[in-house]
């Protein structure tokens, strides 16, 4: 895999203790130049802490040859001993290739990249790194070989690491080269997607009108999105809802929308605690039916931890903050970029259209304002934020910017 950046440090791995040595000492000049490398190493290693620049390129003079390797068919005797020779990037690492910390170097590289490839689940601050030491070394080996097609791998692994930092900072929402502080972020910018995803079929596929129905039928389909079916407890009800939890409970159950198990009614839902709890099931999430969004288990968590963030928010709990004003602050949220502007860039500017937030959170286009205002006094959105020419414009205050859709 090829993406990555950056230089993070100039750590080689020694071989021989398998571990890492210190950091890559400077001679004359850097390793991407003509001058010397000095490798430190840990105690008792037995690896040179410096390597004379005859040693280095293999002879003297200007003209020296290039470090020999292998013919085509031609295994190195050490290699042959072990039965097979080392290769990183495709290329074979000469066996008599000096210096010899070099040699272990690639050795070593070459199996790090397989044992990633081996890897169930991809870590890109990993691979980045594995892609700054691949520059290094590919370096040091141009400089002591003279091959021009190393210097061009080394550059391509520079902007190989860069690459896949940038992917990782853009999966996780964060902003790179000193464009501003890191924030650790709640969703990922795919994860985003999603949110918003689940949120415009609440708003378009509520069975009834009201801000309380639709907060629980947010909640309820963020447990039972995957599999049709999902826990929930007393308490996540009376959170969500408060002293109403028993009524909207009833009416989606009324309503079709909602099936509890046979001989549990919605005040039995609201006695079950977290040991045990209640099992619903939305039909219209069951996978048998056409399903809405498809999303693995690892996202519907997450979709399911954030708006519970978002829900439970400790200064809209203070505020006494109602299922309308829930449903906005989660509305601004998935609705923001990574600095907390709400809205995209569009041909419509910057905000949200005021009839989708009202649509959304089953309120009139002309009571947003009000819940806006009560956002604000909560510090979940800046004091600018605005309703006036028919649109939602602001952006989140900094205390919720990890809890942005990054869009």
Request: hydrophobic share 40%; proline share 6%; net charge neutral.
């Amino acid at each position: 895999m090829d993406a990555g950046t950056g230089d993070r440090g100039d750590v080689f791995v020694d071989g021989t203790g398998r571990g890492r040595t210190g950091r890559v000492r400077a001679g004359r000049g850097p390793v991407t130049g003509g001058g010397a490398a000095l490798f430190s190493d840990a105690p008792g290693n037995g690896v040179p802490s410096s390597v004379p620049a005859s040693a280095r390129h293999g002879a003297t003079g200007a003209g020296a040859a290039s470090a020999p390797r292998p013919r085509s068919g031609e295994v190195p005797a050490r290699a042959r001993k072990a039965g097979r020779w080392a290769k990183v990037a495709q290329r074979i690492v000469p066996d008599d290739l000096q210096p010899e910390v070099l040699r272990m170097e690639l050795t070593e590289l070459g199996d790090a990249f397989r044992a990633y490839q081996r890897r169930p689940e991809p870590d890109l601050v990993v691979l980045a790194d594995l892609h700054d030491r691949k520059a290094r070394a590919f370096a040091l080996w141009a400089d002591v070989t003279g091959d021009a097609s190393l210097r061009e791998e080394a550059d391509r692994a520079v902007a190989a690491a860069r690459t896949t930092r940038e992917m990782d900072a853009n999966r996780r929402g964060l902003l790179v080269d000193g464009e501003g502080p890191a924030i650790e972020r709640l969703l990922t910018r795919g994860q985003g997607v999603c949110a918003r995803d689940v949120l415009e079929h609440v708003r378009t596929d509520s069975p009834l009108p009201g801000a309380e129905a639709r907060l629980a039928v947010l909640m309820l389909t963020l447990r039972a999105a995957r599999a049709g079916t999902g826990n929930v407890t007393g308490q996540d009800l009376s959170g969500w809802l408060a002293s109403d939890a028993e009524r909207v409970l009833q009416e989606l159950v009324d309503a079709g929308w909602l099936v509890l198990p046979k001989d549990v009614t919605a005040d039995d839902a609201l006695m079950s605690r977290s040991e045990e709890p209640t099992r619903v099931t939305v039909p219209t999430l069951v996978p048998t039916q056409p399903r809405p969004f498809c999303f693995g288990k690892v996202t519907r968590a997450r979709l399911s931890g954030w708006a519970q963030k978002v829900v439970g928010d400790r200064k809209l709990r203070k505020k006494k903050a109602g299922p309308a004003t829930r449903l906005l602050a989660v509305y601004t949220a998935a609705h923001s970029r990574p600095d907390g502007r709400l809205g995209g860039a569009g041909e419509d500017g910057d905000g949200l259209a005021l009839d989708m937030v009202a649509s959304f959170c089953g309120l009139r286009p002309e009571d947003v304002a009000q819940h806006v205002g009560l956002l604000v006094a909560a510090g979940w959105l800046a004091e600018e934020a605005d309703t006036t020419g028919e649109r939602l414009q602001g952006r989140l205050a900094e205390r919720v910017l990890p809890l942005s859709g990054l869009l």
